[in-house]
């Protein structure tokens, strides 16, 4: 059933009354949409299908008075999509996204379709204010009172009546993603608030049970809240015999709890396994059957898998280094694991090859890079329970 009641639900304050009135009656705990405030604190990065929106709303043309919506964005992640507007059961659309940490601009109406991007940077954690406004045949971006953008429309077709839905949506898209003129990754760590979207008061329908919380201060990492793992095919990471392969790490050790990265092929043994523990204070290394503990007070790490040997250099520091014997000979399946095994950030690699994991970290890795590149778990097969981007601060 479906919550709304039109002509009842006038205020936000009307919409929360009854929901808990509801809620105390039992209904809508089932199938029941969930409705917010298009105001409200939203992390983007919440679990759903990738390219669903986390929430949507929709209002008569005819209704509307503005034509601009503005919102606080803050985030760390370079790419997701952001809003979403359309008309005429999605024929004609616009989607606001980042790229490369820029706003892009994608908008189709009847048989044109544009893509522009431009401005500042937005993926520094700081809130940025963004407005969106539609002053035909000109849609306007303008980033935190200045940087304007303007994208203009010539439509060949005379002008229509403006009639129907409009629809907007926050965090995905309710078109086909076929149809977008610059292909991205939708997913988005990050947040948005105080929205006032085409200076409308009606409420938004969640597609989720309830709203992740926003953290009130983030710094920059990935963070793992100790509910799941992120995965890679060890095939993305070239492994060359010469140069080996190398895994830098950056965090405050002394505060993680759980393995930080395992390595291991279908079929054969673990091969590595970087594991915290809050208890002992200690992280400790495990290569094939041996086990190397250490001191968990240094906030640089950097492990080379070489052919024959594993380096372990902590700090930056050359006069604190850990080699350990690791390569073909020692362990038989070495190299097949570089080839085709699975890397996993924040948890341990059982037998199975689509095992769920366990021993998950609980704690926030500021870098993760492998080959002097960082790693995107955004390109990984993670739990939706990790930000990417961002940590608590
Ligand atoms: C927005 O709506 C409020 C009341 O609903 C009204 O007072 C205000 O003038 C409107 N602002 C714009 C820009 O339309
Ligand atoms: C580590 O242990 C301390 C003290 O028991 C606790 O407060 C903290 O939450 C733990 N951290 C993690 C990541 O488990
Ligand atoms: C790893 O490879 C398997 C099999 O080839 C594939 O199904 C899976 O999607 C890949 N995972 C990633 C994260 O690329």
Same mark, same amino acid.
């Given at each position: 059933m479906r919550w709304r009641m039109p002509g009842f639900c006038k205020t936000m304050a009307g919409g929360v009354l009854l929901s808990l009135s509801l809620a105390l009656l039992g209904w809508g705990a089932e199938g029941g949409k969930k409705e917010v405030s298009g105001g409200a604190t939203v992390y983007l990065g919440q679990d759903r299908d990738i390219w669903r929106p986390l929430m949507h709303t929709a209002v008569n043309l005819n209704e509307?008075?503005?034509?601009?919506?503005?919102?606080?964005?803050?985030?760390f992640d370079p790419e997701g999509t952001v809003f979403y507007g359309d008309t005429k059961n999605g024929q004609d659309w616009f989607i606001l996204s980042l790229k490369d940490g820029i706003p892009l601009m994608q908008i189709s109406r009847g048989e044109s379709l544009v893509s522009?991007?431009?401005?500042?940077?937005?993926?520094?954690?700081?809130?940025?204010l963004l407005e969106v406004s539609n002053q035909e045949p000109f849609v306007i971006l303008e980033?935190?009172?200045s940087n304007r953008m303007v994208v203009g429309m010539q439509s060949k077709q005379t002008m229509e009546i403006l009639s129907g839905e409009l629809r907007l949506a926050l965090g995905g898209i309710l078109m086909d993603k076929e149809q977008m003129f610059v292909q991205l990754e939708p997913h988005m760590d990050g947040c948005v608030r105080g929205g006032s979207w085409l200076n409308l008061s009606?409420?938004?329908?969640?597609?989720?049970?309830?709203?992740?919380?926003?953290?009130?201060?983030?710094?920059?990492?990935?963070?793992?809240?100790g509910s799941g793992f992120a995965v890679f095919n060890t095939?993305?990471?070239?492994?060359?015999?010469?140069?080996?392969?190398?895994? *830098?790490?950056?965090? /405050?050790?002394?505060?993680?709890?759980? =393995?930080?990265?395992?390595? !291991?092929?279908?079929? $054969?043994?673990?091969?590595?396994?970087?594991?915290?523990?809050?208890?002992t204070k200690e992280i400790t290394l495990t290569v094939g059957e041996e086990k190397v503990s250490m001191k968990d007070t240094f906030k640089a790490?950097?492990?080379?898998?070489?052919?024959?040997?594993?380096?372990?250099?902590?700090?930056?520091?050359?006069?604190?280094?850990?080699?350990?014997?690791?390569?073909?000979?020692s362990h038989p399946g070495y190299l097949t694991t570089w080839k085709e095994g699975r890397l996993a950030v924040g948890g341990l690699l059982? *037998?199975?090859?689509? /095992?769920?994991?366990?021993?998950?970290? =609980?704690?926030?890795?500021? !870098?993760?890079?492998? $080959?002097?590149?960082?790693?995107?778990?955004?390109?990984?097969?993670?739990?939706?329970?990790?930000?990417?981007?961002?940590?608590p601060a």
């Amino acid at each position: 059933m479906r919550w709304r009641m039109p002509g009842f639900c006038k205020t936000m304050a009307g919409g929360v009354l009854l929901s808990l009135s509801l809620a105390l009656l039992g209904w809508g705990a089932e199938g029941g949409k969930k409705e917010v405030s298009g105001g409200a604190t939203v992390y983007l990065g919440q679990d759903r299908d990738i390219w669903r929106p986390l929430m949507h709303t929709a209002v008569n043309l005819n209704e509307i008075r503005s034509i601009k919506s503005s919102f606080y964005l803050r985030t760390f992640d370079p790419e997701g999509t952001v809003f979403y507007g359309d008309t005429k059961n999605g024929q004609d659309w616009f989607i606001l996204s980042l790229k490369d940490g820029i706003p892009l601009m994608q908008i189709s109406r009847g048989e044109s379709l544009v893509s522009v991007a431009g401005g500042p940077k937005l993926n520094d954690g700081k809130w940025h204010l963004l407005e969106v406004s539609n002053q035909e045949p000109f849609v306007i971006l303008e980033v935190d009172g200045s940087n304007r953008m303007v994208v203009g429309m010539q439509s060949k077709q005379t002008m229509e009546i403006l009639s129907g839905e409009l629809r907007l949506a926050l965090g995905g898209i309710l078109m086909d993603k076929e149809q977008m003129f610059v292909q991205l990754e939708p997913h988005m760590d990050g947040c948005v608030r105080g929205g006032s979207w085409l200076n409308l008061s009606i409420p938004w329908e969640l597609e989720a049970e309830e709203l992740w919380p926003c953290h009130q201060n983030i710094q920059p990492g990935s963070y793992f809240p100790g509910s799941g793992f992120a995965v890679f095919n060890t095939s993305v990471f070239p492994f060359e015999a010469d140069l080996g392969v190398k895994v *830098e790490l950056r965090g /405050d050790f002394s505060e993680m709890d759980g =393995t930080i990265f395992s390595i !291991k092929a279908s079929g $054969q043994k673990l091969l590595f396994a970087l594991v915290a523990n809050n208890n002992t204070k200690e992280i400790t290394l495990t290569v094939g059957e041996e086990k190397v503990s250490m001191k968990d007070t240094f906030k640089a790490m950097v492990i080379i898998f070489q052919t024959d040997s594993l380096r372990v250099l902590r700090d930056g520091d050359e006069s604190n280094t850990t080699t350990l014997p690791i390569g073909p000979v020692s362990h038989p399946g070495y190299l097949t694991t570089w080839k085709e095994g699975r890397l996993a950030v924040g948890g341990l690699l059982g *037998e199975e090859e689509d /095992d769920a994991g366990s021993q998950f970290l =609980t704690g926030c890795l500021e !870098k993760i890079q492998v $080959q002097g590149r960082d790693l995107d778990l955004d390109l990984a097969v993670k739990h939706m329970s990790i930000s990417s981007y961002s940590c608590p601060a």
